[in-house]
T-cell receptor, first 119, second 113 residues
């Protein structure tokens, strides 16, 4: 149980285009989803937290207008990289907290990540 | 965000031997959770072990165990009987009351056959 599907797994696109990454909880309702960015051989950096039906909360230094996050339902959150440039190339990972887990020892449920390459 | 420090960028271990990865963190909270994640080349995040701060007993999962020293804010991971499949990047993570995770820089573990 607690499967998170992230799509696409790999995307290559031209500079200036917008790219949408989807994060779906397949067998549970995700009240909160998290978006991380990871550079090669580096740590995961939290970009933003999204709660279903409300605006995302961005971490300091993350451009809201560049990285649009939508959490319209309890099973889907999307990250749109707008007007992407080569410096936006990275590995993006989502994770989710299931409804009912609350303050528990249950870990976040991670997607398999998306490798974004901007040419 | 809490600061999580992993001071060992790389560690190498002989197959069947034991390796210990260090992790320290900084926090003023009394209740929190600590995790170790494994990230193989596929980059999938795999939970290795978790520890509740209010529990004094160190967590154990098969060949993986932790040494949790709350006063010292230390949370090391011991991998016993290392196997080739253990080769990966390992991240220590702190989960605060707002459910956010703060990750350390990671330690790359290489297993020698």
């Amino acid at each position: 149980g607690a499967v998170v599907s992230q799509h696409p797994s790999r995307v290559i696109c031209k500079s200036g285009t917008s790219v949408k990454i989807e994060c779906r909880s397949l067998d549970f309702q995700a009240t909160t989803m998290f978006w991380y960015r990871q550079f090669p051989k580096k740590s995961l950096m939290l970009m933003a937290t999204s709660n279903e039906g409300s605006k995302a909360t961005y971490e300091q230094g993350v451009e809201k207008d560049k990285f649009l996050i939508n959490h319209a339902s309890l099973t889907l959150s999307t990250l749109t990289v707008t007007s992407a440039h080569p410096e936006d190339s990275s590995f993006y990972i989502c994770s989710a907290r299931a409804r009912g887990e609350g303050w528990s020892n249950q870990p976040q449920h991670f997607g398999d990540g998306t490798r974004l390459s901007i040419l | 965000a809490q600061t999580v420090t992993q001071s060992q960028p790389e560690m190498s271990v002989q197959e069947a031997e034991t390796v210990t990865l260090s992790c320290t963190y900084d926090t003023s909270e009394s209740d929190y959770y600590l995790f170790w994640y494994k990230q193989p080349p596929s980059r999938q995040m795999i939970l290795v072990i978790r520890q509740e701060a209010y529990k004094q007993q160190n967590a154990t999962e098969n060949r993986f165990s932790v040494n949790f020293q709350k006063a010292a804010k230390s949370f090391s991971l011991k991998i016993s009987d290392s196997q080739l499949g253990d080769a990966a990047m390992y991240f220590c993570a702190y989960r605060s009351n707002d459910y956010k995770l703060s990750f350390g820089a990671g330690t790359t573990v290489t297993v020698r056959a």
